[in-house]
């Protein structure tokens, strides 16, 4: 029994739901999200509250039950209030910002700088640089109304230069990540 999926969805006043078929089409004042039910899944809007049901107790509809669940929550809460993921660019000369073309321009220890063009629906944004225990650490902000596709801008800049574990001051990393230490080698004595 998935007790994800039996939880009912609340839908805000701002948010209008279209329902075709197997098509969710979800529309609030940050933009418009749709997405299609897998089959074996229903979904109801019964006085602005989404039900998710299955339709057997098939192995594979009872997997999809709680995902359909959760991925039309993330689309409810995205058009209504949006989603946010915070990176901070560590290290001593290590420089992020926005040009005017809204990409983001990194110098993080290459020869050159790294240019990284946001998709479609995603913001990218970069605050004031602060000192954290003697290191330089430029916050940078991605936010949009696709939580999936959020977390996957977020994770495609951290690789861009991911967090150095030797020295573990250097790198791009996640807002509140911590990087363990590990020692070098020892020398031969």
């Known amino acids: 029994m998935s007790r994800i999926g039996l939880q009912p969805i609340p839908v805000p006043d701002k948010v209008q739901i279209a329902l075709n078929n197997s098509d969710v089409q979800v529309d609030g004042p940050k933009g418009s999200l749709n997405w299609r039910v897998p089959d074996g899944i ?32 993330n689309m409810v809460t995205g058009v209504s209030e949006g ?33 990284y063009s946001p998709p479609d629906g995603i913001t990218l944004s970069v605050e004031a640089t602060e000192s954290i225990d003697g290191q330089t650490h430029t916050p940078v902000i991605i936010s949009g109304i696709d939580k999936q596709l959020v977390g996957q801008v977020a994770a495609s800049i951290r690789q861009i230069k991911k967090p150095e574990i030797y020295k573990p001051c250097k790198g791009i990393r996640y807002d509140g990540e911590r990087v363990r230490d590990k020692e070098g080698k020892a020398a031969a004595g």
């Open 42 to 73: 229903n979904v109801t809007l019964e006085e602005n509250v989404l039900i998710v049901q299955r339709k057997s107790e098939l192995k594979h509809h009872k997997a999809l039950h709680g995902l359909t669940r959760s991925l039309i929550a």
């Open 83 to 115: 989603f946010e993921k915070k990176l901070r660019v560590v290290g001593t000369g290590y420089r992020a910002e926005v040009n005017r073309e809204s990409n983001l321009v990194l110098d993080v220890g290459y020869s050159h700088s790294v240019t």
